[in-house]
C-alpha cells in the first residue's frame, strides 16, 4: 500500500545551530517545508539575525527543495520592528514564549499585560502569533492554567492569527472549537503518549518534552481530533533534538527528537484508524489554508515497508536519540 501526501508542512520544528543542525536540518528534507523555532542561544530576535539563520539552515539542508517558515522570539517588538520583520524575506511570525517556561526561553514575556500594543499592531498588520501556552504552576496544569491567557487574546484581538503550539489538552480542543480565530498545533508524540510512558515504569528521558505529555483521555482527544480531520489543528512536530548527554543526564533537557520518523509514523496512525483521507489536511492543507502558504510543490511517497528507526543519529561528535531508537515502524518513505 502506498499515499503520496503533497507539500507536508512541520509547521513546529528546532533546527538549532552548528554541528547539531547540520546533523539534523536534512533529516526534516522529505518535508517542504517547516516554521523554524527562534529559541537558540541568543534567541533570534532581530531580522538580520534571522536572514542569516536562514542562510544556515538552507545550507544544512544541502540541496532538498525546502521553504523555511522563519519566526522571531516575541520581545514586545515596537511597530518600526513590527514592520521591519514583515518585510523581511522568509519571515512568518512572532514566538511567544512566557519567560523561563522552556528551553531557552529566559528572555520570554513575563507581563503580558505589557505587550498590548504589540499584539494590536501584530493584529492590524495580520502577522501570526504563535504561543507557548504554560503557566508556570503545577506541571500537569500548565496548559490548562494557559487557557484563559488564550481566551483573553482571542476575544481581545479578534482578527489575531494566534496559534495554540504544541496542545496537550482535551481541553485546549474545547476552547479552539470556541474561537475561529484560533488554531493550533499537536506533536505526534501528545498523539500517541500519555504520562505513563514517559514515568510511570521506568523513567524514559527521551519522551520527555515541554509540554509533558499528559492524561489518556487528553491523548485520545488530541488523536481523534486530528482522525477527524479538524480543520484548525495542524501537524508540527516540535522536534526538539539535544545531544544525548544532556537527555541521558540528572537534568534532563525537555524536547523530544521524532523529525526523521514523523511523516512514516503519522502514516501508520492514519492508515491503522482507517484515516488516511485525512493525513493532507492534518500534514499540510489546514496550514496553507489558515496561514495562505504556497509551499514548493513536492510530493512524498510513503508505503508499508518497515522503517528501522535508528539506534542514534550521529556526525561531528554530535549524538541525538529519536522516539522509537532501536525500533521498528510499520510505514516508511519511499526514496
Ligand atoms: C523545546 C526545545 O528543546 O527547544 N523543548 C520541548 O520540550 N518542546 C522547546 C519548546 O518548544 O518548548
Ligand atoms: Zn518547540
Known amino acids: 500500500m502506498e499515499i503520496t501526501l503533497h507539500s507536508p508542512l512541520d509547521m513546529h520544528l528546532h533546527l538549532r545551530d552548528g554541528d547539531m543542525m547540520n546533523l539534523v536540518a536534512p533529516l526534516s528534507s522529505d518535508f517542504a517545508g517547516a516554521v523554524i523555532m527562534p529559541n537558540l542561544v541568543p534567541p533570534v530576535t532581530a531580522p538580520g539575525a534571522m536572514v542569516a539563520y536562514g542562510e544556515r539552515i538552507d545550507a544544512a ?4 527543495d525546502f521553504t523555511r517558515y522563519m519566526t522571531l522570539f516575541f520581545t514586545k517588538q515596537t511597530e518600526q520592528q513590527l514592520l521591519i520583520a514583515k518585510d523581511t524575506p522568509g519571515f512568518f511570525g512572532f514566538k511567544l514564549y512566557p519567560a523561563g517556561i522552556t528551553t531557552n526561553s529566559e528572555g520570554g514575556v513575563s507581563n503580558l499585560a505589557d505587550a498590548e500594543s504589540t499584539l494590536k499592531m501584530m493584529e492590524e498588520m495580520d ?15 500548565r496548559e490548562a492554567e494557559f487557557l484563559s ?6 476575544q481581545k484581538y479578534p482578527k489575531l492569527r494566534l496559534c495554540m503550539e504544541h496542545i496537550t489538552t482535551a481541553a485546549a480542543l474545547e476552547l479552539l472549537d470556541e474561537y475561529e480565530n484560533l488554531c493550533a498545533t499537536v506533536t505526534l508524540q501528545h498523539l500517541i503518549i500519555t504520562l505513563d510512558d514517559v514515568a510511570g515504569g521506568a523513567l524514559k528521558p527521551h519522551l520527555f518534552c515541554k509540554p509533558i505529555a499528559k492524561r489518556p483521555n487528553d491523548r485520545d482527544a488530541l488523536l481523534q481530533a486530528a482522525l477527524n480531520g479538524h480543520p484548525r489543528l495542524m501537524f508540527g512536530s516540535d522536534s526538539a533534538p539535544h545531544p544525548r548527554c544532556n537527555k541521558e543526564s540528572c537534568g534532563c533537557a525537555a524536547g523530544v527528537f521524532t523529525a526523521p520518523l ?4 503519522l502514516a501508520e496512525i492514519f492508515t491503522r484508524n482507517n484515516a488516511i483521507d485525512k493525513l493532507q489536511g ?3 492543507g489546514n496550514a496553507c489554508r489558515i496561514h495562505k502558504l504556497t509551499p514548493t510543490a513536492k510530493t512524498v511517497t510513503l508505503h508499508d515497508t518497515p522503517m528501522a528507526v535508528p539506534t542514534a543519529y550521529r556526525s561531528n561528535g554530535q549524538e541525538v536519540v529519536p522516539m522509537y531508537a532501536g525500533e521498528e515502524i510499520s510505514w516508511s518513505v519511499k526514496h
Open 61 to 64: 539542508m544541502g540541496h532538498a
Open 127 to 141: 502577522i501570526p502569533l504563535l504561543v507557548h501556552g504554560e503557566s508556570h504552576g503545577f506541571v500537569m496544569d
Open 149 to 154: 491567557v488564550y481566551r483573553t487574546l482571542a
Open 262 to 265: 514523523a511523516l512514516p509514523k
Open 282 to 284: 492534518f500534514i499540510s
